[in-house]
């Protein structure tokens, strides 16, 4: 867990300090999403999100102009991502979840999804070539219990599909400079020659459905704010190399179950509900998590509880309570007194338990349907 | 044409000052051919070769090491490469002529061939990607003319076979710090980040058929010296990954038509004759070859002329004169100021007709057979 008095430094392997979201936006050059861009959003998908609404996407890029482009019949493709260094845990799937209903919503849009196992082999010094593979395998099941339609939706894992990735990654990385990806990554002399690379690889989706149909395509990256130094460098190249800058839609980090400051780590096994996690392990988890309690029950039905630092209360608001009305009366129960963080988690634990096995039946399903979603069908559509 | 005063300066990017071949053995660390060693080749070939006779090839990394697993039966690949950045002249495939001599004499050695042609594309800043890509092409139908049989050779253009490389190359990646590379290599903070990690690629087929058959096996890199930072890193990286260190056979730099200290430059269109060159072009550039001849004929008559300097006198040396007396006669007509240098060129000229002639007849065959080379056929061995 960082220190909140430390230095905020927010980039795509590192997040330390106190996050001060305002400051990210300012200091990446990116656009709230105000009232009005919200507004033009719905009007299109006819529904609300919570997930906009309660600002957990906050920040974006050029999301009005793929708007524009939009309305005057010109579609667009959505790209994410992950990086398999570990198991899925619930906060990785949020802007997946995200994702699907803007997928859905857009008419059925294309979605490229990479499984950056390069990178994760790159970066963490201890990860074999077969354990990321694992992994990516792992990860990729996950993906596809989210929800996402095969025939709208290509899972790209890196090492394995670079051959439709290298010819569009060799132009990227002619355009970046060594001093360039120091300044934007932060790389020290010590990273090793694929870890500078890498920004190359990060690119090519944004680029890749234009490159294989020879049609300059807008695309929307839905991500989390760390993301940006990479669309900063992609977006700088784009139209040198004959492409749209890629928009992106950018949410906040979500916080662990033992921390709601900022950022989850995967690492800490206590702070997260694994996507196969058991029912035990996944209620013991919610049971234990770190809240903005009292010390005593007497404390707290006195002077009331602090949501604004609960991770459980996050968890309600960006997943598991999407209803407005119950969010503010449990919020209004939390700051009163009225109720005690265990009644509270027993609240989420049926609906985090609800939600686990929903998605895991889903994961066995996709493990009978992973070639459905593979970015090597891309391979026949490809010209050369 | 650079100056004899400027600092030697050699990497596989770039060549200044004077050459001093001794020094280079030192600084690199490799070891001088020596009297045992070729008597240790030539008890295998059955026979003499005039790039080893004349010192052509003059320098190793653990040839003899090689030579002893092969004879306890351990077979050893070769590997050897071009950057395809413009035509192919007469001087490139010199050391393609040992190489081919090599893998007949050591009983049909497989030969891995390496067309850098992302290299190429990130080195120099004008090149496209339609253009390298064309030049792959016209250089893979040279290498076929100079000969190599299909069974045993495999020609790899690194942007179209990325998919055979990639998994050992991000292995290699991950070894190679960029304070490693940046000693090494002598890059600046201005080289892009496809440049930076370009000698993770080109370490691949090194250990390419160790990965592709599950069995370590020696390789030899028949090459020009100023590679030699590649295999430097390439070996230090070896044993990491379960590999055999690469061994290399190295040769000095050919010098053009124009300049018979050391370097060939394929920019100036006159120093250098072309595969692809007219009799009427390749014999033009012949009679205006620079040589060591004095300023009139009858000051060479009476001094003499010096063929330590002379670009005609280094191609009969390497590749057009390989009977030793007929080369010493020359030799001793040349220094007595027998023979003027007209003369001399008039007798280049036709072997030099009469080799391209025999290669451009093979580089028009070699349009049918590309195919037969490509190292895609390899993907059928790949175990996944």
Chains 1, 2 share one sequence.
């Not at 667009?76 to 398999?84: A, D, E, K, L, S």
């Not at 996507?275 to 988890?285: E, F, G, L, S, V």
């Not at 407005?324 to 963080?341: A, M, P």
């Not at 265990?342 to 686990?356: H, N, S, W, Y």
């Amino acid at each position: 867990m960082s220190k909140d008095n430390e230095e905020m430094v927010v980039t795509p392997w590192e997040t330390r300090g106190k996050i001060d979201y305002d400051r990210l936006i300012q200091e990446f050059g990116t656009s709230r999403i105000d009232e009005k861009l919200l507004k033009r959003i719905y009007k299109i998908t006819g529904e609300k999100h919570i997930m906009l609404e309660r600002e957990l996407f906050f920040s974006h890029r050029d999301i009005d102009w793929v708007l524009d482009e939009y309305e005057k019949g010109n579609k667009f493709v959505i790209y994410t991502g992950r990086g398999p260094s570990g198991g899925v845990h619930i906060g990785h799937m949020v802007p997946w979840i995200f994702t699907k209903w803007w997928q859905d919503k857009f008419d059925g849009t294309r979605l490229y999804f990479q499984l950056t196992n390069d990178e994760k082999f790159w970066f963490e010094p201890d990860l074999s070539i077969e354990k990321v593979r694992e992994l990516t395998y792992e990860n990729a099941l996950d993906v596809i219990a989210t929800g996402f339609e095969p025939e709208n939706t290509y899972i790209i894992q890196d090492i394995e599909h670079i051959d439709l990735m290298y010819e569009i990654a060799i132009q990227v990385a002619k355009k970046i400079t060594f001093s360039t990806a120091r300044s934007v990554f932060g790389f020290e002399n010590s990273m090793n020659i694929g870890g500078i690379f890498y920004p190359a690889i990060q690119a090519v989706p944004a680029f890749l459905h234009s490159w294989i149909y020879g049609k300059k395509t807008p695309c929307i990256i839905p991500c989390a704010i760390d993301q940006d130094p990479h669309w900063r460098t992609t977006r700088d190249v784009a139209e040198k190399l004959g492409y749209y800058k890629p928009a992106s839609i950018q949410n906040k980090f979500l916080p662990g179950l033992q921390d709601a400051s900022g950022k989850m780590s995967s690492s800490q096994e206590m702070s997260a509900v694994y996507t196969t996690d058991t029912p035990k392990k996944a209620k013991k988890k919610v049971m234990a998590a770190f809240t903005g309690g009292r010390d005593t029950a007497d404390e707290q039905r006195k002077l009331g509880a602090n949501p604004d630092i609960c991770s459980v209360f996050k968890y309600y608001t960006f997943l598991f309570m999407p209803d407005d009305k119950e969010l503010d009366n449990l919020e209004k129960q939390c700051r009163s007194g009225e109720i005690l963080c265990g009644e509270c988690k027993q609240i989420l634990a049926p609906r985090m338990l609800e939600f686990l096995e929903k998605h895991q039946a889903a994961r066995e399903e996709a493990k009978e349907r992973i070639h459905e979603y593979s970015a090597a069908r891309l391979r026949d559509d490809i010209r050369r």
